[in-house]
């Protein structure tokens, strides 16, 4: 049975019309066209729709819509804006970090709420946040770089 849950995307007030079971993830890309949080597994394995939900990363293929309702979700797209990049947005296009893409949402709003709380991580710090997140394309060491770029914290 339907329900209609209010939603804060990216800044902005949403309504859904849903099962209050649905994914938090299919609402955002089938009922409001969404396109930076992906399907991977739907076992929130390997990060690819993750968001951030009140600044928390949140895997979205497990997240009951429901449970958010009247909270502030920010996708991959709100973190940042062409014109004015998140600094973590900047610094994966300087390291030229996106192959195909896929995994982005997972690598960034992971490492933005991880970046918030911890500001100048070490290497290992990073390496732990960023566990569980999947990218098939191999660039983790681009990823590494990004991040400790964003963080200020480049050698």
């Known amino acids: ?33 969404a396109t930076s949080p992906k399907f991977g597994c739907g076992r929130a394995q390997c990060g ?16 009951p819509v429901s449970a958010v309702a009247g909270k502030r979700i920010t996708t991959l ?11 973590l947005q900047a610094a994966f296009i300087a390291e030229q970090v996106p192959q195909c893409g896929y995994c982005l949402s997972g690598w960034v709003m992971t490492a933005a709420a991880f970046l918030k709380d911890n500001p100048r991580p070490t290497d290992a710090q990073i390496r732990d946040a960023m566990t569980g997140i999947k990218c098939r394309c ?11 770029r964003a963080a200020g914290t480049m050698a």
């Open 138 to 148: 191999g660039t983790h060491m681009a990823i590494m770089r990004a991040i400790k």
């Open 77 to 87: 797209a709100g973190l940042g804006t062409p014109e004015s990049p998140h600094p």
């Open 1 to 33: 049975m339907s329900q209609r849950i209010n939603l804060i995307v990216d800044g902005k007030a949403a309504t859904v019309d849903a099962d209050p079971a649905m994914p938090l993830l299919y609402a955002l890309r089938s009922e409001l066209g």
């Open 48 to 63: 690819a729709c993750t968001v951030h939900v009140e600044g928390t990363p949140t895997r979205s293929c497990v997240m």
